[in-house]
C-alpha cells in the first residue's frame, strides 16, 4: 500500500489507488468471512462424521459382540442337545427297566396268587362229574393229573419255533364243530378271564397237581363261561372254542401249561402233561 502511495503522481490518483485497495481490502474480508463461514461447515461436517462414525463402530461392535453371543449360545445348545440324547437315552433304559421290572412283579403276584390258590384249594381227584350241564368227563386224564381239554380234537400246530417266532402252546382243533366246548384240564380257580389282543377271550385256571403249582391257559375262545376267583372241577365247561384274537383257522383251542405258575411265552410242551 505503501508503494502504491508514493508511486501516485497526483492526490487524485492516490484517492483511485486508495479507493481501489479500500475495495479489494473489502472484498477480501468478504472472502474471509466466506471462507471461516466454510471452515466452521467443513469443520461441522466432519465433527458429524466423526460422530457418525463412532456411532456406526458402536453398533458393529454391537453387532459382533451378538454374533459372539450367538456363537456361544449355539454351542450351547448343541450341548443341550447332546445332554437331552443322552437324558432320552438315559430314560429309555431305565423306562425299560421298568417295563421288566413290572412283568416280574406281575409274574410275581400270579405266583402268590397261585399259592394262595393253593391253600385254599385242596389237591382235587384226577377225575369229577362235569360242569352245569351234568355230563360226565369224557376226558381221560394222564398220570400227570391233567386231562385232554379238547377230547376228539386234533392237533393242527405244535409248541415251538413258528413263523420265526415262539409258539407257547399247542393248537388243537374239532372239524366242523365252531363252537366246541373247552374243559378244564384239571380242577382249580380261575385265576384269569379276560382279552389280550393277540390270544382273544382266553382263561387262565391254577391247579395243585400234587402240591405243585401247574396253570393252564385257553385261547382263542368264542365265550367264556366263568369268570376270575371261580373254583372249578376238572371236566366243568369253561367256555366254547373260536376266532378271537390273531387266528387263521375256523376255531380252534390254543392251549398251554405252566408248571409253577403262569408267565407269557414261558409254557412247556403240553404234550408232556397230556396225550394229544
Not at 448343541?78 to 406281575?106: M, N, W
Not at 410275581?108 to 399259592?115: I, K, T, V, W, Y
Request: charged fraction near 20%; aromatic fraction near 8%; hydrophobic fraction near 40%.
Amino acid at each position: 500500500m505503501l508503494t502504491l502511495i508514493s508511486e501516485s503522481e497526483s492526490f487524485v490518483q492516490l484517492i483511485r489507488k486508495a479507493r481501489t485497495l479500500t475495495r479489494i481490502a473489502t472484498e477480501d474480508a468478504a472472502l474471509m468471512d466466506e471462507l471461516n463461514r466454510l471452515i466452521d461447515l467443513q469443520n461441522e461436517i466432519l465433527l458429524t462424521l466423526y460422530e457418525k462414525n463412532y456411532e456406526l463402530e458402536q453398533t458393529l461392535a454391537a453387532h459382533y459382540e451378538f454374533y459372539d453371543s450367538l456363537i456361544i449360545e449355539e454351542t450351547n445348545l448343541e450341548s443341550s442337545q447332546r445332554s437331552l440324547a443322552d437324558l432320552e437315552y438315559q430314560l429309555i433304559i431305565r423306562l425299560t427297566e421298568v417295563g421288566i421290572f413290572r412283568v416280574e412283579e406281575q409274574r410275581l403276584a400270579r405266583l402268590l396268587e397261585a399259592e394262595e390258590i393253593l391253600l385254599r384249594t385242596p389237591p382235587p381227584p384226577t377225575t369229577s362229574p362235569g360242569g352245569s350241564s351234568g355230563q360226565t368227563n369224557p376226558q381221560k386224564p394222564k398220570a400227570s393229573g391233567l386231562a385232554h381239554p379238547l377230547p376228539g380234537a386234533r392237533v393242527t400246530s405244535e409248541f415251538g419255533p413258528r413263523g420265526g417266532g415262539h409258539h407257547a402252546g399247542i393248537d388243537i382243533q374239532i372239524w366242523g364243530n365252531f363252537t366246541a366246548p373247552v374243559l378244564a384240564a384239571a380242577a382249580g380257580t380261575v385265576t384269569h378271564a379276560a382279552w389280550e389282543n393277540g390270544i382273544g377271550w382266553h382263561v387262565i385256571i391254577s391247579h395243585n397237581i400234587d402240591g405243585q403249582i401247574v396253570d393252564t391257559l385257553y385261547g382263542h375262545l368264542s365265550q367264556m363261561k366263568v369268570s376270575a376267583g371261580d373254583i372249578i372241577s376238572q371236566g366243568q365247561q369253561i367256555g366254547n372254542k373260536g376266532t378271537t384274537g390273531i387266528t387263521f383257522s375256523n376255531g380252534h383251542l390254543h392251549f398251554e401249561v405252566h408248571p409253577g405258575g403262569f408267565s407269557w411265552n414261558r409254557g412247556v410242551c403240553p404234550r408232556l402233561w397230556i396225550n394229544f
